[in-house]
């Protein structure tokens, strides 16, 4: 049984045992975002990238994309961003701090919000290992366990993070200078929520903590545990676990729906897609309203390396960080999924904009805002078995996946087909 104890004892109440993804959480209300990784691991290539995602503010509010996650804007050891150095500092390798601005302006123009990429759990020095600048720290503020061992903090709260300083979050002036510098980074930049980058790194009473003093409109964390399939339940339990200790006030990415997906888009076993009591068997499944489904991002997948890419390329014009990829034959089967499932699904640029298919994506995007589906729309899996799954979701959209015949019937219309994939519409 879900460790979510009023989750459990509603579905227990009620009797569910079909396939419905109910928004059983009276504080989460439908929510219709459709959102946008917007850079990938080799963004930083093309300063400035905040002038990049300034120009394609029009394109991405037209595709019906309200959401746009940008990463790290602090000043970094790394170019991508995620080993902060001086983080009040907003100049970076994407571009300066006046750049970030006039995107975010530009993409609010559009209607499009804006989450930033916040790395809380550890820096790095200006010129070794913990010679801390703007804001100037001592060796107080780093985790008496970190791998430096000149830590004087006391133990690390949450998991360790070997390439740079873990950051003492028990901390009285560590904790004020989080929430006002998020706060600072909403007046100055113009963020209106946050990506928490590596949220397994401290106890999330603090993430919570800082959640709740900068007041985002839309707050999604990265918990990226170690996945099985084979036992894909411990592994959104986990998510679940992770949502309660929050008090369900910051979603995750629903890593569970990906690895259970990409298996069974890889070999046609859709019989993976549904649980065992008939419900979607990703995080979708239990918390929906709370899970961001997506294909890739910018460590599972590919980055550009310069020039396009095909779709069904498999190699070539890319650099591999690469570390758990979508099968990039099947990403708009993938795409089909997400897009017409509740959760709310992410977007990632190079498949919109590097790989051509900016097109299909967009249709998919259209079908879900006119169906009305939303993170916590009603499911019913028709069928998930070997080479086929079918679903009705919301009582006006139904999918198909794989390659075996079927269709909703009587009263519908076809309104997407693509490899592996058809959408219909009533």
């Not at 609010?108 to 759990?121: P, Q």
């Not at 950051?167 to 929520?193: C, E, M, V």
């Not at 997400?338 to 079908?367: E, M, N, Q, R």
């Not at 879900?368 to 959209?397: D, F, H, M, W």
Request: proline share 5%; aromatic share 12%; hydrophobic share 40%.
């Amino acid at each position: 049984m879900m460790k979510n104890n009023f989750l459990a004892a509603f579905l227990l109440f009620t009797g569910l045992t079909s396939c419905q993804c109910l928004p059983v959480f009276a504080s989460q209300s439908a929510d219709s975002t459709v959102m946008m990784q917007g850079f990938h691991w080799t963004s930083w290539k093309k300063a400035p990238w905040w002038g990049e995602i300034r120009s394609r503010a029009g394109e991405i509010s037209g595709a019906g994309i309200d959401l746009v996650w940008l990463p790290p804007s602090s000043d970094s050891l790394s170019p991508e961003g995620y080993m902060p150095r001086k983080l009040e500092l907003q100049d970076s390798s994407y571009g300066t701090a006046a750049q970030l601005s006039a995107a975010v302006k530009a993409l609010h123009a559009s209607g499009v919000r804006v989450i930033g990429d916040i790395v809380l759990n550890h820096r790095v020095g200006v010129k070794n290992w913990a010679d801390f600048a703007a804001p100037a720290w001592g060796a107080d503020s780093v985790c008496s366990d970190d791998e430096w061992g000149q830590g004087a903090g006391a133990r690390d709260t949450g998991k360790g993070f070997h390439a740079a300083r873990d950051i003492d979050h028990t901390k009285g002036y560590i904790q004020n200078f989080a929430k006002s510098w998020l706060n600072g980074l909403r007046a100055g930049a113009g963020y209106d929520g946050w990506r928490y980058d590596y949220a397994r790194g401290f106890s999330p009473a603090y993430l919570l903590a800082y959640n709740r003093a900068s007041a985002p409109s839309f707050a999604v964390a990265e918990i990226w545990d170690d996945f099985d399939l084979n036992n894909t339940d411990a592994h959104r339990q986990s998510s679940v676990d992770w949502i309660d200790s929050v008090n369900g006030e910051i979603k995750v990415f629903d890593f569970t729906t990906k690895g259970i997906l990409q298996a069974a888009v890889r070999a046609g076993e859709y019989w993976r897609l549904c649980d065992a009591n008939g419900r979607p068997s990703g995080l979708i499944g239990w918390w929906p309203a709370n899970a961001v489904t997506f294909i890739d991002n910018h460590d599972t997948g590919p980055s550009p390396a310069g020039g396009k890419k095909n779709a069904g390329s498999g190699s070539g014009g890319e650099v591999k960080q690469n570390a758990w990829p979508f099968p990039s034959d099947k990403l708009m089967a993938g795409y089909a999924y997400i897009l017409t499932h509740p959760g709310i699904p992410c977007v990632y640029w190079p498949h919109f904009f590097d790989w051509g298919l900016k097109a299909p994506i967009s249709a998919l995007i259209k079908i879900r805002r006119e169906a009305g589906i939303t993170s916590s729309s009603a499911v019913s899996i028709v069928r998930a078995e070997q080479g086929l799954y079918a679903a009705l979701i919301g009582g006006r959209a139904a999918l198909k996946l794989g390659d075996k015949a079927w269709d909703p019937g009587a009263g519908w219309k076809l309104a997407a087909v693509g490899p592996g994939y058809a959408v219909w519409t009533k």
